[in-house]
């Protein structure tokens, strides 16, 4: 790991940037960090498949990841991160939020990585989040701490942390309810009379609010919550 500091005879660490589905934040975050002095911008994997191989010519010190969607096989973002972060130890990595939303940051955390930034992120967060994680800090972007506090610290009048499942409507219990007993989004779609694309949306969203990455998680939880009983199975 380089080493981080403003003389003139100390190494610039190198910053490996993955961002695919927003290009501009790609040209904003080149521009931030290569006027920094103690450090720049030594690659961009353009492609997630791609990725690995960048990290490898690139020798990056840091890689800036763009989280990825759920899709119908759930989470890719865990294995991306786990997988990166196996093959390459001492690399830092920063999630980067994606289009799911900030409460991908446990999922990401969990997996493997050193800090979490959102998409709104100033220069000084960008930098500042850099520079954590070569210390080996963990880094979560200010707002989602705010957001942290307000959902697992504050508590209530009667004295408990606020459980997020009493924060979901009664048409995202349902979907949590019908996704858990193994039910495909069609049968979910059929069952809510909404659409497909409407039961993937609210799923995932779920899905980011529980902080869960696979059905699995989500079975679990929906029995320990007593949400299902196992002899709906």
Same mark, same amino acid.
């Given at each position: 790991?380089?080493?981080?500091?403003?003389?003139?005879?100390?190494?610039?660490?190198?910053? +490996?940037?993955?961002?695919?589905?927003?290009?501009?934040? @790609?040209?904003g975050?080149?521009?931030?960090?290569?006027? &920094?002095?103690d450090?720049?911008?030594? #690659? &961009?994997?353009e @492609?997630?498949?791609?990725? $690995?191989?960048?990290?490898?010519?690139?020798?990056?010190d840091?890689a800036?990841?763009?989280?990825?969607?759920?899709t119908?096989? !759930?989470?890719l973002?865990?294995?991306? =991160?786990?997988? =990166?972060?196996?093959a390459?130890?001492?690399?830092?990595?920063?999630?980067?939020?994606?289009?799911?939303?900030?409460e991908?940051?446990?999922?990401?955390l969990r997996?493997?990585?050193? #800090?979490? +930034?959102?998409?709104?992120a100033?220069?000084?967060?960008? @930098?500042?989040?850099?520079?954590?994680?070569?210390?080996?800090? @963990?880094?979560?972007s200010?707002?989602i701490?705010?957001?942290?506090?307000?959902?697992?610290? =504050? $508590?209530?009048q009667?004295?408990?942390? &606020?459980?997020?499942?009493?924060?979901?409507?009664?048409?995202? $219990?349902?979907?949590?309810?019908?996704?858990?007993?193994?039910?495909?989004?069609?049968?979910?779609?059929?069952?809510?009379?909404?659409? &497909?694309?409407?039961?993937?949306?609210?799923?995932?969203?779920?899905?980011?609010?529980?902080?869960?990455?696979?059905?699995?998680?989500?079975?679990k939880?929906?029995i320990? $919550? !007593?949400v299902?009983?196992?002899?709906?199975?």
């Amino acid at each position: 790991m380089s080493a981080f500091g403003s003389g003139s005879g100390m190494e610039k660490a190198g910053v +490996l940037l993955a961002i695919f589905d927003f290009p501009m934040l @790609t040209v904003g975050y080149r521009t931030v960090i290569d006027a &920094e002095s103690d450090m720049r911008v030594v #690659g &961009e994997a353009e @492609t997630r498949d791609s990725l $690995r191989d960048a990290i490898d010519r690139s020798a990056a010190d840091v890689a800036i990841v763009e989280c990825q969607p759920y899709t119908t096989d !759930g989470c890719l973002t865990y294995r991306m =991160l786990e997988s =990166l972060k196996s093959a390459s130890p001492s690399l830092r990595i920063l999630a980067l939020e994606c289009r799911c939303g900030s409460e991908q940051f446990s999922l990401a955390l969990r997996s493997g990585a050193d #800090g979490f +930034l959102n998409r709104s992120a100033h220069p000084i967060d960008v @930098t500042s989040a850099i520079r954590a994680v070569s210390r080996g800090q @963990t880094y979560v972007s200010p707002a989602i701490v705010t957001k942290m506090i307000d959902t697992y610290v =504050l $508590r209530s009048q009667q004295g408990y942390v &606020e459980d997020i499942y009493d924060s979901l409507n009664d048409q995202d $219990r349902e979907l949590l309810r019908l996704a858990a007993v193994g039910h495909t989004n069609r049968e979910i779609a059929r069952e809510l009379r909404v659409s &497909e694309q409407t039961v993937h949306n609210h799923r995932a969203s779920v899905m980011e609010k529980l902080g869960f990455h696979d059905r699995v998680d989500l079975l679990k939880y929906a029995i320990k $919550r !007593g949400v299902i009983e196992v002899s709906d199975l």
